[in-house]
């Protein structure tokens, strides 16, 4: 009886050490394993000027001759955009979207985006999501378009995950545009603050 359950508690320490020995191997690899990280949504709306003294958007090149407007191929704009916590312009800022938008396609029907979020609400001050991929569409209420997180700093070391931004307000008279990126964000144990 007690060398019977001796065995079971050996034979339950290999099952243990093999899991664990599985879950570090697979930890980075993703859903499968029992040390996954963790999933977080966040909203974010990127306030976005056009024009105007505070604008947040600046042309530096395009293709020679055209107009450096974002569906010409060649435009490249660079972008410092408030992040606020909800749609509206006085609404809590949590940071700043900060990165470059290529006109990338001779079609003006795509284009590349390379951006960081870079956050300074209190939850995640200091913490940075990096973005790279085909930007987003400028037309409200276009379809959204997913732009995959290539990683992060901080609380979001080792990130994984993946944005949706969509136009969903624009108003030509005060140049302003404002985008919505509703993110799913994998975080990973050794971020900074996890
Ligand atoms: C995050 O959003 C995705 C897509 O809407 C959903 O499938 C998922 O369950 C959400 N995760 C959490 C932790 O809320
Ligand atoms: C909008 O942008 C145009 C061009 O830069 C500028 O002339 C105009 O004053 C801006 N309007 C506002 C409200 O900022
Ligand atoms: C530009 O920003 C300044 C400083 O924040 C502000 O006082 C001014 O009203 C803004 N102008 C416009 C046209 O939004
Ligand atoms: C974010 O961090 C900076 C630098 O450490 C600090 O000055 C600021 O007060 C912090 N903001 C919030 C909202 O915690």
Known sequence: MAKGSALASIQISLVLLLAIFVCSEADLLGPVCCCRGKETNITVYLQVFTGGPNTTSVAVA???????????FGTIIVNDA?????????SPTIGRAQGIYIASSRDGSSSQGIFSLLFSNFQYNGSTLEFQGPGYNLQVGGTAREIP????????????GYGF?????????????VIRGDITVIQYPGGGKV
């Open 62 to 72: 395009g293709a020679p001759g055209m107009p450096r407007t974002p569906s010409n």
């Open 82 to 90: 408030k992040m606020t916590q909800g749609i509206s312009n006085n």
């Open 149 to 160: 997180i290539v990683g992060g700093t901080q609380t979001f070391r080792l990130a994984r």
């Open 165 to 177: 931004f969509q136009t969903v307000l624009q108003n030509p008279a005060q140049n302003k545009t």
